[in-house]
């Protein structure tokens, strides 16, 4: 839940300044603050409203602590005042308590980043007027700037010293962050509308950790392209070389420790490969920044304003975007991704085979890696090759051999290739690879990583019982695989992957890998379980896939699971509702510590939208009640029977209080999303499971679907999608079946972007009665197969004069070519709204 909303003087003040008077009190700061002020913002500039004295008074400190911004404008002599730096530890400080709460935007006004983040040049030499303080003052001093100059700000520079366009930029983010937040959530608060802690604001994750293997020999390559991530030199880096030379490899390892880094706020992967789909790209990117693009056309109009709100979405925010395995040129303007450079701190990594595309998708200086066959490496992938190199042609004392993406057959039964340097063997993606013999591995005993993914093996040799050595065996997609030999020897086993597999029993010995910490058994559709003891010996498990393709689960008992103390993330299914109540219900703390994806029914259609998600598919649910894990954001019912009419089993859930997204698909029986007791006032109505909902959608449902009463416990929702519901009058209805008709009432949805309604040919209004709904946050309204509609109650925001306005962030309206008519005579809250919106309608075929 958000912190309280501070109250009395707390309203006064949204942005707070911090900056050295004598630098840009005339100039820059009274142009800033002339625009803020336009703007409807209240700011605290200290030299008018407090008055200074020797140390920091404490009203000041009052001043920080209530408002929403804290701007910190450093200029030359900024580090030279000593209230200057106190100011900037407290606002640091309040960033650290208050989290989404309270915002710090730096400027870099005539002064270098770098020179603000490392205390060098002129903010190096302001360190020695400070002798007489303590040393840990002057550190708390330094590490505040180096913090504030590592949050993603506006140079000066970038703007090429034009004040006016910087000082734009900096109210159109002071606008995101404020208006629909504080400025809304005070006129709601003023009016009484609904409580102070029903808007939510969600603080989101840096990013997710990728699933991968220990690098082997690539460590002084990972280190320079960590010294790049680390610098300030290029904002764009390209890792180049040769299909299995480990491009990807490392840059997985590099995701996953930038996540422990604080430099960035977003890493995001991407993999790209052969042609780039530029509307998959500004899909992936806009969701691993917690958003959703709202124009979905694939024309060229479409990806250009596609581009502008990815754009938008990443603006201010200090990235890595990884985007691996390109092989085709392309622009990132194109996508929409702001270039990175110093002044923002954003860094772009792409690798390929090509390093003319690397060179072509830098806007500016990058980084050229390239990674080379290192000595002992025999890269040979992709070539067409029919059959394995015999031992006189393998180079000598090898380290890494990579044949994959091959149309390798078999390997001859003669071939024992002497190799006890050998570290890497990949064999993947050669899918007529049917027989290895068993004289292949005996002189491979160091081997560390075996990948033989997507062949058509049948069996292994028993010779890989031997490798004592292997961290990594990579078997997935091989589904003609029915046998392995004894595991019990690879004491050093990390990464197991059989994704996909053929086998139908578990390996013999699985249960003595005590260093394991992957294992992927998901969709094996020949296994049938795991039995009860081994997945207790596997104490060093991380990563547990065990989904399977049939609606019983392969996994005996779940107190094994749950004693799992390492575990970090778990895919599994439930043979039904019971089971999966009995796991929710018994390992509460246990659904605390890990990411999770839960299915009860279908494997087939996973979706994989969330770190902590749950799916019912195709159930009999019955009288049970379905408890919900703890930490669920992501919630899919599909095709369930007797739900009851609707959801308030779930609904009344104690757990799932972080709900973010809800799809509710083809349940017969649903009337309502929730039914509450309409002899409870409106006021006391709470369903708390959908306090922080952004996302919600309904499809192929029979009727009404929310109540009136419930929408102040849905002030988060962005997302409002309702499809091929073909008996639906109304979407908003109330419960009280003997409410006036006659009576004016407006309900607020501050935060709601999108609207879409579709196929709904039944459809007479969005709310019954005289309910006009406001939502000045609205981006995209979508109405397609509607006829029925009469009126879209949408109240326009007002101008200072009293004339209405279109929404401010409206992008578009967007109809059917045929419902043209239909848009003359639809009807809206003001007479003149429909000439108003006119220039945002778009036809759709």
Request: hydrophobic share 40%; proline share 4%.
């Amino acid at each position: 839940m958000a912190a309280s909303f501070p109250s009395n003087r707390s309203r006064d003040h949204h942005v707070f300044l911090s900056f050295r008077g004598e630098d840009v009190r005339k100039t820059f700061l009274g142009h800033l603050c002339s625009a803020l002020k336009k703007e409807g913002f209240r700011t605290y500039k200290d030299d008018n409203e407090l008055e200074r004295g020797s140390d920091i008074a404490p009203s000041l400190l009052e001043a920080i602590e209530h408002s929403r911004i804290a701007i910190v404008v450093f200029s030359e002599n900024y580090a030279d005042s000593r209230w200057c730096l106190d100011e900037l530890v407290k606002i640091l400080d309040c960033r650290d308590k208050l989290g989404q709460n309270f915002w710090v935007l730096p400027v870099f006004f005539h002064v270098d980043p770098s020179d603000v983040r490392n205390q060098r040049g002129i903010f190096g030499k302001a360190f020695a007027c400070h002798q007489n303080v303590t040393m840990d003052k002057v550190e708390r001093w330094k590490t505040a700037l180096t913090d504030a100059a590592n949050i993603a700000g506006f140079d000066l520079q970038s703007v090429n010293g034009d004040e006016s366009e910087l000082i734009e930029k900096i109210i159109e983010n002071v606008r995101q962050k404020v208006h629909h937040t504080c400025l809304g959530k005070r006129k709601m608060f003023e009016k009484g509308s609904f409580p102070e802690d029903l808007v939510i604001e969600r603080a989101p994750a840096r990013g997710n950790r990728i699933p991968t293997e220990d690098l082997v020999g690539e460590i002084s390559t990972k280190e320079e392209i960590w010294g790049y991530l680390m610098g300030d030199e290029v904002g764009m880096i390209g890792v180049c070389g040769i299909g299995g030379v480990g491009k990807t490899t490392i840059m997985k390892n590099l995701h996953n420790d930038l996540l422990r880094e604080t430099r960035f706020q977003k890493v995001i992967w991407v993999t790209v490969s052969h042609l780039p789909n530029v509307f998959e790209l500004q899909k992936k990117i806009a969701g691993a920044m917690g958003k959703r693009l709202l124009n979905d056309d694939k024309d060229d109009d479409g990806v250009m304003m596609r581009a502008g709100e990815l754009m938008d979405i990443m603006e201010g925010v200090k990235f890595v975007v990884i985007l691996d395995d390109v092989w085709e040129k392309f622009s990132l303007k194109e996508v929409g991704i702001p270039d990175p450079k110093a002044q923002n701190g954003c860094k772009v990594v792409v690798t390929s085979r090509s390093i003319e595309v690397c060179s072509y998708m830098s806007l500016r200086d990058m980084a050229i890696i390239s990674i080379g066959p290192e000595f002992g490496y025999m890269i040979k992938a992709g070539m067409n090759l029919v059959e394995l190199p015999d031992e006189h042609g393998w180079v000598e004392d090898p380290k890494k051999l990579s044949l994959m993406a091959n149309n390798i057959l078999k390997v001859p039964l003669s071939l024992s290739p002497k190799c006890s340097t050998l570290l890497t063997l990949i064999l993947s993606s050669n899918s007529n690879l049917s027989e290895i013999p068993e004289s292949f591995f005996g002189e491979m005993l160091p081997l560390k990583v075996l990948d033989l993914s997507s062949t058509a093996v049948e069996t292994l040799p028993t010779s890989i019982s031997k490798l004592k050595n292997l961290s990594t065996l990579r078997l997935q997609l091989c589904k003609k695989l029915k046998y392995l030999p004894s595991l019990a020897n690879l004491k050093g086993l990390k990464k197991l992957d059989l994704h996909r597999a053929g086998i139908e029993v578990v390996p013999q010995g699985m249960g003595m890998l005590i260093s394991l910490e992957y294992l992927d058994l998901l969709f094996c559709p020949n296994l049938k379980e795991i039995p009860t003891g081994i997945l207790l010996n596997l104490s060093s498990l991380q990563y547990l896939a065990v989904c399977c393709l049939r609606e019983t689960t392969i996994v005996r008992n779940f107190e094994e699971v749950a004693r799992l103390k390492k575990l970090e993330t778990l895919e599994c299914n439930f043979d039904d509702i019971q089971d999966l109540n009995y796991f929710v219900n018994k390992f509460k703390d246990f659904q605390r510590a890990i990411a999770y994806s839960l299915l009860v029914g279908s494997a087939k259609d996973m979706r994989r939208k969330s770190k902590h998600e749950l799916a019912i598919i195709d159930c009999e649910i019955g009288e049970e009640c379905i408890m919900l894990p703890n930490k669920l954001e992501y919630l899919w019912i599909r095709g369930c029977k007797n739900m009851g009419s609707s959801l308030s089993k779930i609904a009344l859930s104690e757990n799932a209080n972080e709900l973010r997204a809800c799809d509710i698909d083809q349940c017969a029986e649903i009337e309502c999303v929730v039914e509450l007791d309409s002899s409870s006032s409106s006021s006391s109505l709470r369903c708390p499971v959908f306090d922080k909902l952004e996302e919600l959608r309904l499809h192929g449902l029979p009727r009404k679907l929310l109540p009136l009463e419930l929408l102040h416990t849905l002030q988060n929702l962005e997302a409002i999608t309702v499809t091929f519901c073909d008996q639906i009058e109304d979407i908003i209805a109330s419960l009280d079946s003997d409410a006036s008709s006659s009576d004016k009432f407006t309900f607020t949805f501050p935060k709601l972007r999108e609207l879409h309604l579709s196929y709904l040919p039944q459809l007479k209004s969005i709310c019954s009665a005289k309910g006009v709904m406001v939502c000045n946050s609205i981006e995209k309204i979508t109405i397609s197969v509607c006829p029925e509609l009469k009126r879209i109650p949408v109240q326009l925001p007002q101008l200072d004069n009293g004339q209405p306005s279109p929404p401010p962030h409206l992008r578009e309206i967007k109809i059917r070519e045929s419902s043209k008519e239909w848009w003359e005579s639809v009807e809206w809250d003001h007479p003149n709204a429909k000439n108003l919106l006119q220039p945002f309608l778009k036809y759709s075929t």
